[in-house]
């Protein structure tokens, strides 16, 4: 950061096209279901001791923090103690009321919906590279004996601009380039104005935390999990937390997948119709010395239905320095991780398999 002629604190122009990480290509399970629904290959089988060895607790599902987005926009005080309650116990929480119109909402889902339908010839024009994390494939397989995820993932990054692939950018169907444009661009007012109250609640002026990202850039994850026959055998995506400062989540109205570490247990998050699930990310667990935690979390799968969820990576430029805030460490507080260079962060995590909170406990320091 520096001061330009009129004092504002501007961040230096990268113009740079970041790449992240690689991975062991793996096969496409819309394609394996397509031709064998009843047979799950035993590259996918988990363990019973895996799947179950946490309490799965549906009743607490109606526990999960609903924070009403205008009420947070008129600064009521009530709904922003509510959300650093959410932030502190949860670390998520659902958001009704943040104005991201359901007709786009819809139209998002109807031609991902489309993409994922049109045959794997059409859709490996968008394969992901094994030296990328962008485009059509599966991110996060690091070996050829890793049990993989009942899911397959398309993924770009939307922002910054610049730092666009358009190669990975699907052009079929028409109108799927233009509708992540809008419903990312609707999905960046809604995160950066969430990253200001979260700036407030973790005791700064309101833009100290934008500003610490020195540009926010922003990745699209569409993630597609097919039905399994066996879902009780299988995880959709494995257990981990994100790395990013807060992730935004459109999930299926119709299906639920997404489960949280409360406590103890595995809690479903209910699908909202409308409704965004928003998550803390590992960069908040950083800069407030852990007194928000970026929860895990995991997908399942179901046996009749499929499902697809649309999640936005909100995350700090490569060049951010990443650590607890001084007014964040105290004698009863004392610092417990590392400053990191953020893109050394974020490739250092996806450069690995996901594995729970093993990355934010890599970067605690040690005593
Ligand atoms: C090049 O385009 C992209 C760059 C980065 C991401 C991205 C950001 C994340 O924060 C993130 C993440 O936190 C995460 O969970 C651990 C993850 O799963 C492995 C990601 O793929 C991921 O990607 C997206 C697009
Ligand atoms: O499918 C979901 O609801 C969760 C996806 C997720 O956690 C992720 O993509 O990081
Ligand atoms: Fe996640």
Known sequence: ????????????????????????????VQETVRNNPLKVPERYVRSEEEIQKVLYMPQLSSQVPIIDFTLLSHGNKDEILKLDIACKEWGFFQIVNHGVKIDLMQQMKDVVAE??????????????????????GHTSVVSETQILDWCDQLIVLVYPARFRKPQFWPQIPEGLKDTIEAYSSEIKRVGEELINYLSLIL??????LIGLHKEVVQGLRVNYYPPCNTPEQVIGLTPHSDASTITIVMQDDDVTGLEIRYKESWVPVTPIPGALVVNVGDTVEILSNGKYKSVEHRAMTNKNKKRTSFVSFLFPRDDAEVGPFDHMIDAQNPKMYKNVTYGEYLRHTLNRKLEGKTQTDAAKIQD
């Open 203 to 208: 005791g700064l002026e309101e833009h100290v």
């Open 1 to 28: 950061m520096s001061l330009n002629e009129a004092n504002v604190l501007v961040s230096t122009y990268i113009d740079e096209v970041p790449t992240y990480a690689s991975h062991v290509p793996v096969p496409n």
């Open 115 to 136: 993409f994922f339908e049109f045959p794997i010839e059409e859709k490996n024009k968008y394969a992901m590279p094994p030296d990328d994390i962008q485009g059509y």
